[in-house]
């Protein structure tokens, strides 16, 4: 059998482990390794989890008897260090030599660091692992200041709320989700969540983090702890916690000293290979025609393509198709997807927007030669997989524009009889 070694036990990891040992369960003698000491989990549900909606084993996705079933080691708590290529093995920190005839790197994406003064100090922390969330969930009641306005932040200031804590998020922008939603959907959001108690600071940027006894600390050998964040304004906001929100960074560094191509993360081609043949990567890592990734949908598109190829089967290729995205709050629905601004093809013409804003509704579709080009709804999302399907498939709306907003309901679709159409509109 081959050997194939795995670095990294993440959501991509698993779903390539899923894929291969369906496609061909006896090709490879299988090495996983993953720095965490848990088996595969679900990291798209550690908000749930920080907000009391799941607990730990029902996040788990693929416990160790999965992996014994399948005759796959798996070795955690401990990363892979180093790469000999040319003897073609890895090497764990714990001492581990495991040799492979291929290597799958999935080593994910580390959360980004503040670029400001203050920021080892003890007290903050990322919002990003099974680690993170049991380190918040064991905070008593405290006052917690997230940084970052984008969807991971907004999770993790509405599940510490949940907790009891004093929440004050601060977003550098004019509204929230500013990468997903309009200004209208992104008041709406902000309002709801003000309505759960938690407090807003917009248009701020963080300056430092102030300590308590910071110098004393320093002559100590201690790192200080966190006493307040200071923004760019002026303002001072007290704080015993700060979660930083502000996005990931590919974790590229035991690519690049092995050798391998990296810019933004590890460059691969469409079959998911690096340029050495014996090596892929996928998932948070790579980056692919100038690409980075952090949502799961094209992750595991990616596995299924490298799992074909690892399993000799190499009749796929993997190409990035755009997803809708969705905001995981409890009572709280949204979906973006797409150009929803009609400003991503500059110098062309824009196109027309339509708006629907009632008390528990929002919609806004974007329309670009009677094509739906991107949409966002707020609310009352049930008409999601509809405008979602016309944006998709690139469909011709002329002969619905008039009740487009409205929703499948009230809309002749494509293929519908005269009659039908007749029906609806009674």
């Given at each position: ?22 496609l ?48 796959i080691?798996?070795i ?22 495991l040799?492979y ?15 400001v ?54 977003h550098s ?15 709406r ?20 983090i ?56 590890v ?37 299924a ?20 995205t ?101």
């Amino acid at each position: 059998m081959k050997r194939l070694v795995v670095v990294g036990n993440g959501m991509a990891a698993c779903r390539l482990l899923e894929e291969l040992t369906r496609l061909a369960p006896d090709l490879y003698q299988i090495t996983v390794v993953g720095d965490e000491p848990f088996a595969g989990y679900n990291r798209v549900m550690l908000s749930p989890l920080l907000g009391g909606g799941t607990d730990e084993k029902t996040i788990t996705t693929h416990p160790h008897q999965w992996y014994r079933d399948r005759n796959i080691r798996l070795i955690t708590g401990t990363p892979v260090v180093a790469i000999h290529r040319r003897r073609r093995q890895v090497e764990t920190a714990a001492g581990h030599r495991l040799d492979y005839d291929r290597l799958l790197l999935a080593t994910g994406a580390a959360p980004r660091q503040l670029p400001v003064e203050g920021v080892t100090l003890d007290g903050v922390v990322s919002f990003r692992d099974l680690y993170d969330v049991r380190r918040l969930l064991s905070l008593s009641a405290a006052r917690v200041v997230v940084v970052g306005g984008g969807f991971l932040g907004l999770e993790a200031a509405d599940a510490l709320v949940k907790q009891g804590h004093d929440v004050t998020l601060v977003h550098s922008r004019g509204h929230l989700l500013n990468q997903q939603l309009d200004e209208s959907a992104g008041h709406r959001l902000q309002q709801d969540l003000e309505a759960r108690g938690l407090k807003f600071v917009m248009q701020a940027r963080t300056q430092s983090i102030e300590g308590t006894c910071l110098e004393e600390s320093r002559e100590e050998g201690g790192r200080g702890r966190v006493a307040a964040v200071h923004l760019a304004d002026g303002q001072r906001l007290p704080a015993d916690y700060v979660v930083q929100a502000v996005g990931i960074v590919p974790r590229a560094e035991l690519a690049a000293s092995a050798g391998l191509t990296v810019n933004q993360g590890v460059r691969v081609d469409d079959t998911l290979q690096t340029f050495d043949p014996a090596i892929y990567a996928i998932g948070e890592c790579v980056e692919h025609r100038e690409r980075t990734f952090g949502l799961v949908a094209p992750l595991y598109e990616q596995a299924a393509v490298c799992a074909s190829h690892l399993a000799e089967l190499g009749h796929r290729r993997y190409l990035y198709a755009d997803s809708a995205t969705r905001l995981k709050i409890s009572g709280i629905d949204l979906v973006s997807c797409g150009d929803f601004l009609g400003d991503r093809d500059k110098g062309t013409e824009q196109g027309e927007t339509l708006q629907l804003n009632l008390p528990g509704s929002y919609r806004r579709v974007q329309i670009r030669d009677n094509r739906v080009v991107g949409m966002v709804l707020y609310g009352d999302v049930s008409d999601a997989p509809f405008f979602e399907k016309l944006w998709k498939e690139n469909t011709d709306i002329s002969a619905l524009r008039e009740t487009l907003l409205l929703g499948e309901a009230f809309c002749k679709r494509p293929g519908d009889s005269d009659q039908n159409s007749e029906e609806i509109a009674a």
